[in-house]
């Protein structure tokens, strides 16, 4: 084994216990759900389109396949639980997009 070698291995053993530790307790922040307000205008404002993003299919596709009604059916997906679920994950990514992106200086 040369030198080189030897170095990418003890980058990749650090790497493993990074990954393995997770993420530091000070880089978590928990989501910025939307209160009750938000959640209720989200669903008013929320339309058929919603099925085609990735989120949208899935939850619709879960919905579809648990209650044995069709994903098109986007008028009887409105009543259903999984309709708040997604309204509230919506409202989450739009937070989330909105907010800054800010960095962390990485550990020495």
Same mark, same amino acid.
């Given at each position: 084994m040369d030198l080189g070698e030897l170095a990418s291995n003890v980058a990749d053993c650090g790497l493993a216990q990074s990954i393995q530790a997770g993420l530091q307790k000070?880089?978590?922040v928990k989501p910025k759900f939307p209160n009750p307000e938000q959640l @209720? %205008? !989200?669903k008013g404002s929320v339309t058929a389109d919603c099925m085609k993003g990735t989120l949208g299919q899935f939850v619709v596709n879960q919905w579809a396949g648990a209650t044995g009604s069709? %994903?098109?059916?986007?008028? @009887?997906f409105k009543t259903s639980a999984?309709?708040?679920t997604?309204? !509230?994950y919506l409202c989450l990514k739009e937070t989330t997009e909105k907010a %800054?992106?800010?960095t962390c200086a990485a550990p020495h």
């Amino acid at each position: 084994m040369d030198l080189g070698e030897l170095a990418s291995n003890v980058a990749d053993c650090g790497l493993a216990q990074s990954i393995q530790a997770g993420l530091q307790k000070n880089l978590m922040v928990k989501p910025k759900f939307p209160n009750p307000e938000q959640l @209720e %205008a !989200k669903k008013g404002s929320v339309t058929a389109d919603c099925m085609k993003g990735t989120l949208g299919q899935f939850v619709v596709n879960q919905w579809a396949g648990a209650t044995g009604s069709s %994903a098109d059916n986007f008028e @009887e997906f409105k009543t259903s639980a999984q309709f708040g679920t997604l309204c !509230k994950y919506l409202c989450l990514k739009e937070t989330t997009e909105k907010a %800054a992106v800010t960095t962390c200086a990485a550990p020495h």
